[in-house]
């Protein structure tokens, strides 16, 4: 609105012609380091709505850069809200930053909100992550049909994590192949277990 509008072309006039309360940052506005390092943490209402509005008022690209420079600069809530508004916005990213918080936080149940989420999306990240978490807590079918759709999608860490699972199932081949796509996408670890499985299972010493 125009009184909001107003304060922004006040906060990102130069201050004693040196330095602006807020910065450009696409096209939104964040404040500058110094307003968050001594602004009075009694109260912390005001700049909680203020970055409430902001958020409000970006692109949502932007906002996961809002989130991304708030959890640089150890605001994680402000960094969590950013990146909420992104995930429910759709954009891919803010979901991903969204589940690491999350994870990071210890909100493991929440986190696989998310990484279900993304997992729908189509995102090869979220699948693997999600077998990462439900395999965590001994869900290994679960666990397993999530690398599944995620090395179908082109996640290598995925395949290895499934040539690990099909090996303790006794599938070898299956094994030997998620291990060789790990391989084929970079994967160092891939490369490191096909190798050892070759020179344990089949014998080939090169």
Not at 75 to 104: K, M, S, V, W
Not at 146 to 158: L, T
Not at 183 to 189: F, L
Request: with cysteine; proline share 2%; charged share 35%.
């Amino acid at each position: 609105d125009r009184v909001f509008q107003e304060g922004l072309r006040w906060a990102t006039q130069p201050l004693d012609d040196h330095v602006a309360l807020l910065r450009r940052y696409g096209a939104a506005h964040a404040p500058n380091s110094y307003v968050v390092e001594h602004a009075p943490t009694r109260n912390d209402r005001p700049a909680q709505c203020a970055w409430q509005k902001l958020l409000r008022t970006v692109k949502v690209e932007d906002a996961v850069g809002l989130g991304v420079m708030a959890s640089r600069e150890d605001r994680a809530d402000d960094a969590l809200q950013a990146f909420r508004y992104a995930d429910e916005h759709g954009n891919p990213e803010g979901t991903l930053f969204l589940g690491l918080l999350l994870e990071a936080r210890g909100d493991a149940a929440e986190a696989e909100l998310v990484w279900r989420r993304a997992d729908e999306r189509g995102s090869a990240e979220g699948a693997a992550r999600l077998g990462r978490l439900v395999r965590e807590r001994d869900d290994i079918e679960a666990a397993e049909a999530a690398f599944v759709r995620a090395d179908q999608r082109g996640n290598a860490e995925a395949a290895v994590s499934l040539g690990r699972l099909l090996e303790a199932h006794g599938d070898l081949d299956g094994a030997e192949a998620a291990w060789r796509r790990a391989d084929e996408r970079g994967s160092a670890q891939g490369t490191r277990n096909l190798a050892v499985f070759l020179h344990k299972e089949r014998g080939d010493l090169e």
